[in-house]
């Protein structure tokens, strides 16, 4: 599928295809969170194990932020062996040249942009203000029904924390970020995984405080909350979000005011598309992409 001077397409694999999506752009082949090509660089977005990191641990032609890197090497315990850059840098890739952008959803989450493309590749996003103007905007609809629409309860958290609650967070991203609202007000511990991976990216536990697990292990402690917005947990739940509800999604499509949309991540709803269709902005989803 063409649109502009990108090519998009998936590579297959079995009966199906791989993970996200592939680009080829004059020529250069990149491939977007998904696990290593015979050819091309693979653009690494984060950490996150949906997102193809550790699978390109020992790929020479990986490219991550050197957080993302970071966080990939605390959780796997292998080296990675790929390109890094400090978020916010100019870099050359693949003879192309890129700029990286934060986009706030976990520590080392970066948005790759190809100005001569006018193509924007955001991975998963928190918080779009950083991002700039493009044509071409592939991104993620995680919340991508206009009913997923949430605020951060944290006023709720530093309650339950007071009372030494239990809080189960799932251990890249989620864990970082209680960490880091607690660090500032009494304080948590974690376990060993949640530790090991806080401290990659300098944040450090303290001697007392409440416990953040990870949620499958919530039950071992004798329960507490869940920090999520998802619905599919059986504790109660604090809503604390990495990602862009519905509303935060039209926000950031409108400020990077692109003319097409690909939606490579998530689960865009087709009130979503239509609403972009009315706008007069091209939409697809990663279906919709051979
Ligand atoms: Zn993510």
């Given at each position: 599928m063409e649109i502009g001077d990108v090519e998009l397409y998936r590579r297959k694999y079995g009966r199906g295809f791989r993970p996200h999506v592939s680009l080829l752009l004059d020529g250069s082949e990149f491939h977007v969170d998904t696990s290593p090509g015979k050819s091309g660089w693979n653009l690494i977005?984060?950490?996150?194990?949906d997102h193809y990191g550790q699978r390109n641990m020992?790929?020479?032609h990986a490219v991550a932020s050197i957080e993302t890197a970071r966080i990939l090497e605390a959780a796997t315990g292998k080296e990675y062996e790929g390109l890094t850059f400090h978020t916010g840098e100019k870099v050359r890739i693949h003879g192309q040249r890129v700029e990286t952008f934060p986009t706030?959803?976990?520590?080392g989450s970066t948005a790759f942009f190809f100005r001569d493309f006018e193509l924007l590749i955001t991975g998963?996003?928190?918080?779009?203000?950083?991002l700039p103007e493009c044509q071409i905007l592939v991104t993620e609809?995680?919340?991508?029904?206009?009913?997923q629409v949430f605020e951060d309860e944290i006023d709720k958290l530093l309650d339950a924390a007071s009372d030494g609650a239990v809080f189960g967070a799932y251990p890249i991203g989620k864990a970082q970020r209680v960490a880091e609202i607690l660090t500032g007000n009494i304080g948590f511990r974690a376990e060993e995984k949640i530790e090991r991976i806080c401290r990659a990216v300098g944040i450090k536990p303290s001697k007392s405080g409440p416990l953040i697990v990870s949620p499958r292990n919530l039950a071992s402690y004798g329960g507490g909350y869940v920090l999520t917005a998802?619905?599919?947990?059986?504790w109660p739940k604090i809503t604390l979000s990495d990602h862009l509800d519905y509303e935060g999604l039209l926000e950031m499509i409108h400020h990077c005011n692109p003319e097409a949309v690909v939606f490579y991540h998530g689960n865009p709803s087709k009130a979503l598309t239509r609403y972009l269709e009315s706008e007069r902005i091209k939409c697809w989803t990663l279906n919709e992409i051979k």
């Amino acid at each position: 599928m063409e649109i502009g001077d990108v090519e998009l397409y998936r590579r297959k694999y079995g009966r199906g295809f791989r993970p996200h999506v592939s680009l080829l752009l004059d020529g250069s082949e990149f491939h977007v969170d998904t696990s290593p090509g015979k050819s091309g660089w693979n653009l690494i977005t984060h950490a996150h194990s949906d997102h193809y990191g550790q699978r390109n641990m020992e790929n020479p032609h990986a490219v991550a932020s050197i957080e993302t890197a970071r966080i990939l090497e605390a959780a796997t315990g292998k080296e990675y062996e790929g390109l890094t850059f400090h978020t916010g840098e100019k870099v050359r890739i693949h003879g192309q040249r890129v700029e990286t952008f934060p986009t706030y959803h976990i520590h080392g989450s970066t948005a790759f942009f190809f100005r001569d493309f006018e193509l924007l590749i955001t991975g998963d996003v928190k918080d779009y203000r950083e991002l700039p103007e493009c044509q071409i905007l592939v991104t993620e609809a995680t919340y991508g029904f206009p009913s997923q629409v949430f605020e951060d309860e944290i006023d709720k958290l530093l309650d339950a924390a007071s009372d030494g609650a239990v809080f189960g967070a799932y251990p890249i991203g989620k864990a970082q970020r209680v960490a880091e609202i607690l660090t500032g007000n009494i304080g948590f511990r974690a376990e060993e995984k949640i530790e090991r991976i806080c401290r990659a990216v300098g944040i450090k536990p303290s001697k007392s405080g409440p416990l953040i697990v990870s949620p499958r292990n919530l039950a071992s402690y004798g329960g507490g909350y869940v920090l999520t917005a998802q619905k599919f947990y059986r504790w109660p739940k604090i809503t604390l979000s990495d990602h862009l509800d519905y509303e935060g999604l039209l926000e950031m499509i409108h400020h990077c005011n692109p003319e097409a949309v690909v939606f490579y991540h998530g689960n865009p709803s087709k009130a979503l598309t239509r609403y972009l269709e009315s706008e007069r902005i091209k939409c697809w989803t990663l279906n919709e992409i051979k």
